[in-house]
T-cell receptor, first 115, second 110 residues
């Protein structure tokens, strides 16, 4: 089945130790998104890739970076995690909205704990 | 800033009853979507309603959209325990991204 896969599902990192979360998709969608979701809150968009074009949200901290080496994979790098970065990180994909398809497909998320 | 506001924030009903949750937004939209999120999981798309539509049905789901009031409602009929989840509305305003509401936590009691 076509899907969005996130690894690992649970990640524990130490304060200040760089961590990378990964996302892959078999949907061949050209747009990939990274969201941060804290407990009982809405998903907050960090950035998205439209093909290879990177689009950062204005309020995304510099501590968060992303890479998309090819259509299928996208990575979220947190350079120096703080306690406030503990959250669920969700990856999502979509087709180009201009084609009239607006649905986003989400992975199961990675729960990040910072100790 | 988040576009949508949802109410109630939490809703608890008995199995078999209907559940209604509401979403309000601030600016013009192309469409509005509803997503479900089970605890600790990703979001799942439920239904999309376009700005020129007023009502849409999908199985036990009924969505309405009132663009004059900038609001939408999601009705789940004959609720089941498996409907226990958080429900989010999301709007598209033309850019290649969605803005999510704060969500409603729905609990169905057996």
């Amino acid at each position: 089945d076509a899907m969005v896969i996130q690894n690992p599902r649970y990640q524990v990192t130490q304060f200040g130790k760089p961590v990378t979360l990964s996302c892959s998709q078999t949907l061949n969608h050209n747009v990939m998104y990274w969201y941060q979701q804290k407990s009982s809150q809405a998903p907050k968009l960090l950035f998205h890739y439209y093909d290879k074009d990177f689009n950062n949200e204005a309020d995304t901290p510099d501590n968060f970076q992303s890479r998309r080496p090819n259509t299928s994979f996208c990575f979220l790098d947190i350079r120096s995690p703080g306690l406030g970065d503990a959250a669920m990180y969700l990856c999502a994909t979509s087709r180009d909205f201009s084609r009239g398809s607006y649905e986003q497909y989400f992975g199961p998320g990675t729960r990040l704990t910072v100790t | 800033s988040q576009q949508g506001e949802e109410d109630p924030q939490a809703l608890s009903i008995q199995e078999g009853e209907n559940a209604t949750m509401n979403c309000s937004y601030k600016t013009s939209i192309n469409n509005l979507q509803w997503y479900r999120q089970n605890s600790g999981r990703g979001l799942v798309h439920l239904i999309l309603i376009r700005s020129n539509e007023r009502e849409k049905h999908s199985g036990r789901l009924r969505v309405t959209l009132d663009t004059s009031k900038k609001s939408s409602s999601l009705l789940i009929t004959a609720s089941r325990a498996a409907d226990t989840a958080s429900y989010f509305c999301a709007t598209s305003q033309g850019a290649q991204k969605l803005v999510f509401g704060q969500g409603t936590r729905l609990t169905i009691n057996p």
